[in-house]
């Protein structure tokens, strides 16, 4: 009888394997390549030698990928602030007693439906040929012009992305305030408590590991940032906007600089679970502080 119920059913192997085959293909195994070529010197076509580790040494000698890396560092920081504080609010606002909370939340999420490149070309033709217009009727010159053309085009860039991606974060931080007891907000309200004190003390330390998740998601997400730039700006004007992900896709499949450009993906890799990992150790540091 023990045995029997130790054994697991059959259509679970036929759901998992097929799957897992499927990752593997689709997924680990274009990554393990993209390793393995990194320290080539493929271009992408026709023949190609192992070089070592000289693909990975020029990277931190190459000024486009220095800038390149720069701008996007820069980039994350702004976007990950600015997505926390804005969908944070807009969490507790949306979980307080209001009228059309289900409708709210659903038009607030709806950028979140919409596809990156969509909303990027969309937001493209606005700032070329709606906004300045409005600018120059108003007086007001700095939307007189396009943006996007200016060496003030990365603030499109990043008014587009934030606005694009609290949708996500403020339901992460939704479910986090729904699992707070309201007991403790009445019994804080006896005690004097102010809406300032009973974020410090209650709010924030109650949901510190959703806030950690949108922390890790964000910079991850970030130092990815490809498809605005790409529909928005191209990485322009000149090189002002070139994340790593874009230099990557632009040196590498238009470039002729394959493996060059592997090797600065596994290096951006890298950094990305570096810096998730320590903010994992960090901020779980933080949690158990606060619980």
């Not at 320290?39 to 931190?60: C, D, E, M, P, S």
């Not at 002002?240 to 499949?253: D, E, M, Q």
Request: charged letters at 10%; hydrophobic letters at 55%; one cysteine or more.
């Amino acid at each position: 009888m023990k045995k029997k119920n130790r054994r697991v059913a059959s259509a679970f192997y036929f759901m998992v394997i097929p799957m897992a085959l499927l990752f593997f293909t689709l997924h680990t195994l274009p990554f393990l390549q993209g390793v393995f070529y990194s320290f080539t010197n493929w271009k992408g076509y026709g023949k190609w030698a192992v070089v070592g580790l000289r693909n990975y040494i020029h990277i931190f000698s190459d000024p486009d990928i220095v800038q390149a890396y720069g701008f996007t560092f820069y980039f994350a920081l702004f976007a990950t602030i600015l997505v926390n504080l804005f969908s944070l609010l807009l969490a507790m606002g949306l979980n307080a007693r209001i009228k059309l909370k289900s409708t709210l939340r659903a038009i607030f999420f709806l950028p979140y439906i919409l596809g990156n490149l969509i909303v990027g070309f969309v937001f493209k033709f606005i700032f070329a040929n709606l906004l300045p217009p409005i600018g120059k009727a108003l007086g007001i010159a700095s939307l007189s012009v396009n943006i996007l053309g200016t060496d003030n085009a990365w603030l499109g860039v990043l008014f587009v992305t934030v606005w694009q991606s609290i949708a996500f974060n403020m339901l992460i931080y939704l479910s986090g305030l729904q699992t707070i007891d309201h007991d403790l907000y009445e019994a804080a309200d006896l005690d004097g408590a102010t809406g300032w004190s009973r974020f410090k003390n209650i709010t924030f330390p109650l949901i510190a590991p959703f806030f950690t998740i949108n922390m890790v998601l964000c910079v991850k997400n970030f130092l990815m940032t490809f498809d605005q730039v790409m529909a928005m700006t191209g990485g322009g004007p000149g090189t002002a906007t070139t994340t790593v992900s874009v230099l990557i896709y632009k040196r590498g499949f238009h470039g002729a600089q394959f493996a060059y450009q592997s090797a600065d993906a596994v290096l951006l890799f890298l950094i990305i679970v570096a810096i998730s990992l320590f903010q994992l150790f960090v901020l779980e540091k933080r949690e158990a502080k606060l619980a």
